[in-house]
């Protein structure tokens, strides 16, 4: 199972996706998002990167563009290609604040961890635990009691409420 939330200097930080390369000359990365709805790229000020498990950097953001799947990102810590080139595969947090959805608004895949699934075919819950995407749409990854787990489609024909 990922980790998709870390606390770090009395703060919580939540991952949105990952370094995929660097970008241009002037130390930019190339980040690739876990899903394509980025509203609070604007109000992001700071990513941490974490490579190996372990928090490397702390990273003030100077600017910051949508970008096909991802965003490209400037940062005052990285002032060339040379010292972008060093962070490939290196998951991406946000402050968690930025990541609350309001109510009528959609919901981000972490603020549903550790829900209970209820079916109207199973009586026993599932617990989402991870989340992944097969390109067409989101999938939750539920356990029951046994630890097996499963995939189910976060769609409306299969999830008809969320409380």
């Given amino acids: 199972m990922r980790k998709f ?13 990952w370094v995929s390369k660097a970008h241009g000359l002037k130390g930019e990365l190339y980040i690739r998002l876990f899903t394509p709805q980025a509203e609070w790229v604007n109000k992001a000020q700071e990513m941490l990167l974490m490579k190996e498990g372990k928090v490397s950097l702390l990273m003030p953001i100077k600017t910051l563009r ?6 490209i990102v400037t940062s005052p810590s990285l002032t060339s290609r040379t010292e972008a080139e060093k962070w490939p595969s290196a998951q991406v947090f946000v402050s ?15 603020e549903i961890l550790g829900f209970q ?47």
């Fill in 96 to 110: 968690e604040e930025l990541l609350i959805s309001q109510p009528g608004e959609s919901i981000f895949l972490y």
């Fill in 5 to 17: 939330s870390i606390a770090y200097q009395e703060k919580n930080y939540v991952q949105v996706g």
């Fill in 66 to 71: 949508l970008h096909k799947k991802g965003m």
């Fill in 117 to 163: 699934l209820i079916s109207s075919l199973n009586k026993e819950p599932l617990v989402v635990i991870d989340f992944e995407s097969n390109g067409a749409q989101d999938l939750l990854v539920v356990k029951n009691k046994t630890e097996k787990s499963f995939l189910v489609p976060f769609i409306e024909e299969w999830i008809q409420h969320i409380d």
